[in-house]
């Protein structure tokens, strides 16, 4: 029989993300999560072990629920539609200010003062599916013929995944969203 | 005269700048601030006032100390040149784990919670003026004959900047700055 529990764990959790998202790790104290959680000291220590190990359920949970953008590139018919969409998706969400700022990951691996070696591995595997998901839909498109033969899907690959990151960045230094747009049609426009 | 103070106003700065560089401005506490400056508390508070201004005059400095690399830009006597070289110095830099890791700024963005105005436009000037920068040699180059009078100079410069912001966070993420050095090869060989 389960372990019955006193809150709902995936909603504690989810608040959990959300402020962690919002403050990053270090800044986030065990007052402030037992707060958002609603749960008692006790209870945060039984489920989640330690900051740390909340931290990384937090980024999982996220990676859970968050829209899977990914699945924009993978079901792609066109190289450069799926590109686009992608961008378009991640643009508003980078530029919507009802959410914490950015994805969580990004922020991540941007605040995270200790090298923590579970949480950058963490880090480090979400970038490289990216990078490998715009890789498959580059490649296609060279097999299809959409691209050209001579394309260097790993430098493209590469780059998309650099812009993923930068857009997150500037999003939150400038609220013109169409500038980055903009780019990302005419990075396409080069493949 | 100039009023005396029992300690070095500078010295004390540049701590208090690669803390909160390493740490962002929420995750440092006034105290661990005392103990890295190296001053009592009624000194931080009557030489900077509180800890936003001390944050404000610490990403100031930052500017001031760290090497300018936007000179590079403008002194350079060919584009490619001086974005391969702009952009050499930043990779070695941002992969150089001696320092607390990325360009302040760029953590500045990310980490900061608040948005707080005139932080937001400190950060919003500094990604500006390398906007213009990179939009400057790219124009100059335009006018000699270096690149076709159709570059749009306008997109490569945002496109240049985002690239500044990506390498920030990548150096995080993984440790082979030659794929960040390929992919700049890679832009300038398409300008």
């Not at 072990?49 to 949970?61: F, G, N, R, V």
């Not at 859970?64 to 990914?70: A, D, E, G, H, M």
């Not at 605040?111 to 480090?124: A, C, G």
């Not at 590469?158 to 005419?186: C, G, T, V």
Request: charge should be negative; charged fraction near 25%.
């Amino acid at each position: 029989m389960a372990r019955t529990r006193e809150f709902n764990e995936d909603q504690a959790l989810h608040q959990a993300m959300l402020l962690f998202w919002k403050k990053g790790y270090e800044a986030t104290s065990i007052p402030d999560l037992l707060q958002v959680m609603g749960i008692s000291r006790s209870s945060l220590y039984d489920t989640f072990s330690d900051k740390q190990t909340l931290y990384i359920a937090a980024l999982e949970h996220y990676k859970k629920v968050s829209f899977n953008r990914q699945v924009i590139l993978e079901r792609a018919s066109s190289v450069r539609t799926g590109i686009q969409q992608f961008f378009e998706q991640h643009i508003t969400s980078a530029y919507d200010t009802s959410l914490p700022g950015g994805c969580f990951v990004t922020n991540a691996a941007t605040t995270l003062e200790s090298r923590d070696e579970k949480i950058n591995e963490l880090i480090k595997t979400s970038f490289l599916n990216l990078e490998q998901a715009f890789c498959e839909l580059l490649e296609k498109g060279r097999q299809s013929g959409e691209l050209d033969k001579t394309t260097d899907v790993k430098a493209w690959s590469y780059l998309l995944l650099n812009l993923h990151q930068s857009i997150n960045i500037m999003a939150k230094a400038d609220q013109d969203q169409q500038r980055a747009k903009e780019m990302i049609s005419f990075v396409i426009a080069g493949i």
